[in-house]
């Protein structure tokens, strides 16, 4: 029997008190991690240097004793390892040359990630050798950003409030928009397969714009290839955990749930606990989902949303996280507070 809380969660056992991780819990709110950036110099080279990402993901481990650490890296490491340009610009994010045209995205059949990705899985190898070292308890999560989520990115060339831009070539272009998402699905595969090999014992699939999608979209676009992924992982790594996050699917999550066969759903910070609970099958287990700002603001009204959360999904698999990832104003003393919080009896 494994004893590690998140990985007792994903079998499919409600854990009391719930395991604990956060989103983006390795970032910009952290002083030692801003220390460590300032060294890095551009974001792109923090996550491909070994020694820097190893470092950073395991700065909340040592801060804060999280149940999982999660790889250090970035959704957008993908079409840069299939040998798409990107730059983090600061103020701006991420930008990259527009993809849009069939022979262009066709250049990126067959292309396998993981050789341009040794140094991702080189972190993870490390940071899993110094978990079981020092911090036997603690799971190990790796990620990916859902085929979805990076074609906005691809297609667009940059982030967008609404993704219009993609919609409306989905719409448009939908053969060739769905070449683009197949060629993710195995390239997805391929890298999650990888750091499953390299010690990752949990991954994650964030399709953090799933919800801009109408429903027919969503089917073909979000669940289906997070269903095709689950299947061809499981096919290839048994023992992986898979963790599938459709933020903002609303009235969609339940039907992501019972087709992606994921071990576990991450649910945002606007889903009610309760309908959740409801609506998820009871052996998959539920990750989330306080508001962000919520840990921000701290004190009194964290300590009621949080509590009232792990009320919400006590006797069930409930992983405690955040609706969406941690920012950079969160005082770390309230971040020290709410892991007491979760972790009483």
Not at 310 to 334: E, K, M, S, Y
Request: negative net charge.
């Amino acid at each position: 029997m494994n004893t590690k809380p998140l990985l007792r969660v994903l079998n499919g056992e409600a854990v009391w008190p719930p395991p604990l991780w956060l989103m983006r819990q390795a970032g910009r709110y952290l002083p030692e991690y801003r220390q460590l950036r300032a060294q890095a110099g551009d974001l792109l080279t923090a996550f491909t240097s070994p020694d820097i990402a190893t470092e950073i993901t395991l700065q909340p481990i040592r801060r804060y004793g999280m149940d999982a650490a999660i790889l250090y890296s970035d959704i957008l490491i993908l079409p840069w390892a299939l040998g798409r340009d990107l730059a983090f610009r600061e103020g701006e994010g991420p930008v990259m040359t527009a993809l849009r045209e069939r022979d262009a995205i066709e250049t990126l059949a067959g292309v396998s990630p993981v050789d341009r990705l040794a140094s991702a899985l080189e972190t993870l190898r490390r940071v899993r050798a110094e978990l079981d070292a020092r911090h036997p308890g603690t799971a190990l999560i790796g990620f990916a950003g859902a085929p979805f989520t990076v074609a906005c990115y691809m297609v667009e060339g940059r982030g967008s409030k609404d993704h219009a831009d993609v919609r409306h070539f989905a719409f448009a272009q939908p053969e060739t928009f769905a070449r683009l998402i197949d060629i993710l699905v195995d390239a997805t595969t391929d890298y999650l397969a990888a750091q499953a090999e390299a010690g990752a014992e949990a991954l994650m699939l964030f399709d953090s714009w799933a919800g801009v999608l109408p429903p027919t979209l969503f089917e073909a676009y979000v669940t289906a290839p997070a269903a095709h992924i689950a299947n061809a992982l499981h096919a290839r790594v048994p023992a992986a955990k898979l963790i599938g996050f459709p933020r903002l699917a609303g009235g969609m999550l339940p039907g992501y749930a019972a087709r992606a066969e994921m071990d576990a759903i991450g649910i945002d910070t606007a889903v009610p606990p309760r309908w959740a609970a409801e609506q998820v099958g009871p052996r998959v287990a539920l990750q989330g989902n306080l508001d962000p700002m919520a840990l921000v603001a701290g004190g009194e009204a964290m300590e009621t949303e949080a509590l009232g959360i792990r009320a919400a999904l006590r006797g069930r698999p409930h992983i405690f996280n955040l609706g969406h990832g941690i920012v950079p104003q969160t005082p770390p003393d309230n971040v020290a507070r709410l892991v007491d919080l979760v972790r009483s009896r």
